[in-house]
């Protein structure tokens, strides 16, 4: 039990270390969070690309390589998961199915900045499009994320031992998520607002509620981890 613990927080720990780099990558590093207004002029766009290409460029590899990270994390999840379900676990391969294409789009979100970036000699609507491109891929992914979550939670709620191996208020916190995930579906039908890709709906809600969730997920599993909860397995 030693050796699989000791596997199981580095996996979830793998989660911290992902979210880091995704968070310094899109940041601090190219700039691009919050994300380009949905509504500013394409020659205004392509020149941000121009001024800011080193750390886009970096910043895409960090991107592109926590999408990579993230995977350890979720296979810890999903590890809990099928605990709780038993050896019959139909939500639980749902759940990896699901995450196996959801979070790739962040990898391509990464690759497109970092094409759009690249060279800095392209045409001004060539550079638009590629930025428009890795924006909808950060950002619209709502209903595989929104599935993901409400998964989870399903899961969690249907642990009926007296010590579940996840607490049930966690359950109650994925299906939240889930539905405040949704209104990042609509990026496509708004430039400007609180649906666009940059407004306070479809980017901000969800951006500061996976925040929380991520956070709260790593600590409640590192705890479940330290009292036993996977014995047996």
Known sequence: MGSQSTTMKLCTYMGAIAGTMMFLGIWPVAHLFPPLAPSMPHAQVAQYYREHQVGILVGGILITSASVLFFPFLGALATFMKKIEGPVSPLTWSFVMIVAYGFVTLFFAGLFFTVAA??????????????????????????????QNIVTGIVILQDRKTAPTLPRWLGYLNLWTGVLFLPGLAVGLFKSGPFAWNGVLAFWLPAVVFGIWFNVMIFAMLAAIKRGALAGE
Do not use: C, G, H, K
């Open 118 to 147: 690249y060279r800095l000699d392209r045409p001004d609507t060539e550079i638009v499009l590629l930025s428009d491109i890795a924006f909808f891929l950060f950002v619209m992914p709502a209903v595989p994320a929104f599935v």
